[in-house]
């Protein structure tokens, strides 16, 4: 129940395409779902994030959309350049008390090719 | 400012010798996490600390693996005896958690161990 089922694991995508990446997790306390981006040799880093009470976010070409009944959310990359070529991650938590974030569950990462 | 900082950067080293990861924190962040990263299992959780306190150690494989956090600014994680099976890239990562806080993740560069 603490898993969060990322797919696919690897995606190529054509300069100016759409990335999709989607999750899915089973803990309905979940009510925290950030997205990590990760070029090779560093350390993940917060790309976006949404809380479940929005449907959909959006930053740049960046948009995660959520969907709270069938507890699955995604990572649409509009305009793919080739400089998005990482290795994505999404993310799931539930909450602690006194407003603490709790420990951040990983999806198994999606490889992201996009050729020029 | 400082980012997380992680030594070493690289470590080889013979099975049954014991290996020490060292991370330290982002000045002012209460939490901090070890996390293991290996192309099979992705990004898992070893362990996390809230204001130097160990809250959860369930990801931690077995007990040749122990972690420590004496202060605020620094933590370690220990392998004592090292096996093959433990070759993976190991990253500390910190956030400020609490209310306001969005509890985002910083992550150091890593440590990648090789144990042969």
């Known amino acids: 129940q603490q898993q969060v089922k990322q797919s696919p694991q690897s995606l190529i995508v054509q300069k100016g395409g759409i990335s999709i990446i989607n999750c899915a997790y089973e803990n309905t306390a979940f009510d925290y779902f950030p997205w990590y981006q990760q070029f090779p040799g560093k350390g993940p880093a917060l790309l976006i994030a949404i809380r479940p009470d929005v449907s959909e976010k959006k930053e740049g070409r960046f948009t995660i959309s959520f969907n709270k009944s069938a507890k699955q959310f995604s990572l649409h990359i509009m305009d793919s350049q080739p400089g998005d070529s990482a290795t994505y991650f999404c993310a799931a938590s539930s909450p602690r008390k006194g407003g603490a974030t709790n420990k951040l569950i990983f999806g198994t990462g999606t490889l992201l090719a996009v050729q020029p | 400012d400082a980012g997380v900082i992680q030594s070493p950067r690289h470590e080889v080293t013979e099975m049954g010798q014991e290996v020490t990861l060292r991370c330290k924190p982002i000045s002012g962040h209460n939490s901090l996490f070890w996390y293991r990263q290996t192309m099979m299992r992705g990004l898992e959780l070893l362990i996390y600390f809230n204001n130097n306190v160990p809250i959860d150690d369930s990801g931690m494989p077995e007990d040749r693996f122990s972690a420590k956090m004496p202060n605020a600014s620094f933590s370690t994680l220990k392998i004592q005896p090292s096996e093959p099976r433990d070759s993976a890239v190991y990253f500390c990562?910190?956030?400020?958690?609490?209310?306001?806080?969005?509890?985002?993740?910083?992550f150091g560069e890593g440590s990648r161990l090789t144990v042969l």
């Open positions: 990562a910190s956030s400020q958690t609490g209310f306001g806080n969005t509890g985002e993740l910083f």
